[in-house]
């Protein structure tokens, strides 16, 4: 069983920056793909960005490629996402991620594990 929690969410302009933060329980964090995910009112959840286990790959939605960055530190069981030069079509909930694989997975049915979600509103 894995737990996750994320903070970091919140009020922002356009333009502005924020990161968000994913802990995740277990002595087993490195072992796992972790993903950053989005849902706006009305839509379904989309796939953001995802890291390998080693941090060695990375992947993006084509909406936030140059503008986000996901990065990892195992020996912190977190899982970041550095979010630059937001935009108001940014703004939902997004939600942390994790599945057991060596492979880089990109589509919300591969994972297994969901935190709770935080709200990011970013006013233009």
């Known amino acids: 069983q894995v737990q996750l929690v994320e903070s970091g969410g919140g009020l922002v302009q356009a333009g502005g920056s924020l990161r968000l933060s994913c802990a995740a329980s277990?002595?087993?964090?490195?072992?796992?793909?972790m993903g950053w995910f989005r849902q706006a009112p009305g839509n379904e959840r989309e796939f953001v960005a995802a890291?390998?286990?080693?941090?060695?790959?990375?992947g993006y939605a084509e909406s936030v490629k140059g503008r986000f960055t996901i990065s990892r530190d195992n020996a912190k069981n977190t899982v970041y996402l550095q979010m630059n030069s937001l935009k108001s079509e940014d703004t939902a909930v997004y939600y942390c991620a994790s599945v057991r694989s060596m492979l880089l997975k990109t589509t919300t049915s591969s994972y297994d594990y969901w935190g709770q979600g935080t709200q990011v509103t970013v006013s233009s």
């Open positions: 277990g002595r087993t964090f490195s072992s796992y793909c």
């Open positions: 890291i390998s286990w080693s941090g060695g790959s990375t």
